[in-house]
């Protein structure tokens, strides 16, 4: 074995897909993502002493403890084709008041000294947001894929992101869709792993062969379903039940709007069973209902969420229970 495959074995994605971990149910759940173009590295000392991150950490931190808001800070890395010299880009994404199928978006670009007066005003004054229009951009038909390459994090988001980021951005890229590098949103143990938004899909394990039916959306789903970390738009457990839901309905799935109704469950921190409702309805109202359906526990693997860290045990879980009302 080469010092390179001895490295690997010690990675925590390698690890994790070795064992079999299913990745659905690991999206981040999400009702804002406010997303900062900043130059690299991002190494801590230097985000720590940020001027304008370190402000911006703190107000989302404060409306996430005051209002429960779900927010994701994210950093993009400045791209030679996208950027503007003298000025930072600022990306709000946010959740629909109701039941949704993709983000709301609002891009900015704006100089530095200006982003934490309007990352303040989308979060918590948005009729301030009057001052900014000059430094508003078109782009809400953008599509944005965020691939995390954060080395400085976990080495295997650099060792496996880079080459699927690279290949995505020589391959796929054009005027509606972006390829960015970007900073962790969790889940070392699924990289490559990447977020593509507005529609807030969260996708683990990559490989190569499978970023046609990825991108263009087209062709056989199940082909996506053990790369697939699950929508935003909802729980963990909810997230387990709308893949089955994708996998029956196919690529329309993704443009149904969707909402998640709590039910039992067990009451442990892992729990052996949930139930939950899903409700839904098509894009032109032609189709829209609900389905009744329980996850429960099948077992166990092992997976390390931190490479070089310790060997964990986590329950794998599956849709037992499906049915429409």
Request: with cysteine; proline share 5%; aromatic share 12%.
């Amino acid at each position: 074995m080469t010092t390179e495959l001895k490295a690997d074995c010690q990675l925590c994605s390698t690890i994790s897909r070795t064992n079999g971990e299913d990745p659905i149910g690991t999206a981040r759940h999400s009702d804002v993502w406010i997303i900062l173009e900043r130059s690299l590295p991002w190494i801590p000392d230097r985000l720590m002493a940020d001027p304008v991150i370190q402000p911006i950490f703190m107000l989302m931190k404060k409306l996430h403890e005051e209002k429960g808001v779900n927010l994701v800070p994210m950093l993009i890395a400045p791209d030679a084709e996208y950027s503007r010299s003298g000025d930072n880009r600022v990306i709000y994404y946010q959740h629909p008041n109701s039941a949704f199928s993709q983000y709301q978006k609002q891009e900015f670009l704006v100089p530095s000294d200006r982003q934490i007066a309007l990352v303040t005003a989308l979060l918590n004054h948005p009729d301030n947001l009057s001052e900014f229009e000059s430094f508003r951009q078109q782009s809400e038909s953008i599509r944005d894929i965020m691939v995390c390459t954060h080395g400085n994090v976990d080495v295997a988001c650099a060792r496996f992101g880079f080459p699927i980021y690279d290949r995505l951005q020589k391959d796929y890229s054009s005027d509606r869709l972006r390829v960015w590098r970007c900073s962790h949103f969790g889940g070392h143990q699924f990289a490559p792993t990447l977020v593509d938004l507005p529609t807030g899909q969260f996708w683990g394990h990559l490989e190569a062969d499978v970023l046609d039916t990825l991108v263009y959306r087209q062709g056989e789903v199940k082909k996506l379903r053990s790369f697939y970390r699950g929508w935003a738009g909802l729980s963990q457990f909810g997230q387990i039940v709308d893949r089955e839901l994708w996998m029956r309905y196919g690529w329309p799935w993704l443009h149904y709007l969707r909402s998640e109704i709590a039910g039992d469950r067990d009451q442990s921190e892992f729990p052996d069973w949930v139930e939950l409702r899903l409700e839904f309805a098509a894009p032109d109202n032609s189709d829209r209902g609900g389905y009744e359906a329980r996850v429960e526990a099948i077992g166990s693997v092992k997976t390390m969420r931190q490479s070089g860290g310790e060997l964990t045990e986590v329950k794998q879980y599956r849709v037992t229970k499906c049915e429409r009302y």
